[in-house]
């Protein structure tokens, strides 16, 4: 799981930047416009709950998610968006999984396979990764660490796969069926983070630094991609190779 928990920090830390650009709130419009077609109300969709809290958390202008909410239900007209997933490796064999909304595939698979191919990687066919990843609730949460045990057993008691703590960083995995339950439950004992459903490895892939290096500026690249939502790999970062990824960054 280190691989995904890792990189979640990263990417958080680069938000504030994505959003000054605009290209947070578009990935984050396209998510709840999609998740919106289930139903407008998110109090009766969860998946829809989960999207427009994390516009929320960027700060995302209301009219902004009431707007990408009415393109869902059909209420304004938008762009025709396909929820669809591409497969590959990197070059060091990392599996790779991208989650893509896009309302053109072909310009969406061609973008994929030629920042894979730019990396040394490659696509492959649907199924060739998908099985080492499991749907998975995920809620990351910074805290003291004084309060990272409180946060972990509270996690647990709520009903929590596993939890993962590191500095003042919990990180908590749960079926997808309990994530709304858990993160009430931490609501309710004073603790609030980011949370989604996320495609969690089932074991990870350790790399020497250079190598891994290699492979987080592929997936970097991937979440460039206008049409990218998520990356999704099984690659191990180590906390030293975090950190001079981020300081080189």
Request: glycine share 8%; proline share 2%; net charge negative.
């Amino acid at each position: 799981m280190s691989g995904h928990s890792k990189w979640a920090t990263i990417k958080r830390r680069k938000q504030a930047e994505d959003t000054r650009r605009g290209k947070m709130f578009t990935k984050l419009a396209r998510e709840i416009t999609v998740a919106a077609r289930e139903g407008g109300d998110p109090e009766t969709n969860f998946r829809l709950r989960l999207a427009v809290d994390r516009a929320r958390m960027a700060n995302m202008p209301k009219s902004n998610i009431e707007r990408a909410v009415k393109r869902g239900t059909g209420e304004l007209k938008g762009e025709e968006l396909e929820d669809l997933y591409y497969e590959g490796y990197s070059s060091n064999g990392v599996a790779i999984l991208v989650q893509v909304l896009t309302d053109n595939r072909n310009r969406a698979v061609a973008d994929v396979r030629r920042v894979l191919s730019k990396h040394g990687g490659n696509l492959g066919a649907a199924g060739c990764v998908a099985w080492l990843f499991d749907l998975k609730g995920y809620i990351s949460i910074e805290v003291s660490e004084e309060d990272a045990e409180e946060l972990a057993l509270l996690a647990i008691e709520a009903g929590a796969e596993d939890v993962e703590t590191g500095g003042q960083l919990v990180e908590i995995y749960t079926d997808p069926s309990s994530l709304q339950r858990v993160k009430e439950a931490l609501q309710q004992g004073g603790f609030s983070g980011e949370s989604q459903l996320s495609m969690i490895p089932r074991s990870v892939n350790g790399l020497s630094r250079e190598k891994t290096l290699q492979t987080m500026r592929l997936i970097d690249a991937l979440e460039e991609l206008e049409d990218v939502q998520q990356v999704h790999s099984n690659l191990d970062i180590t906390d030293e190779v975090m950190m001079e990824y981020e300081a080189a960054a």
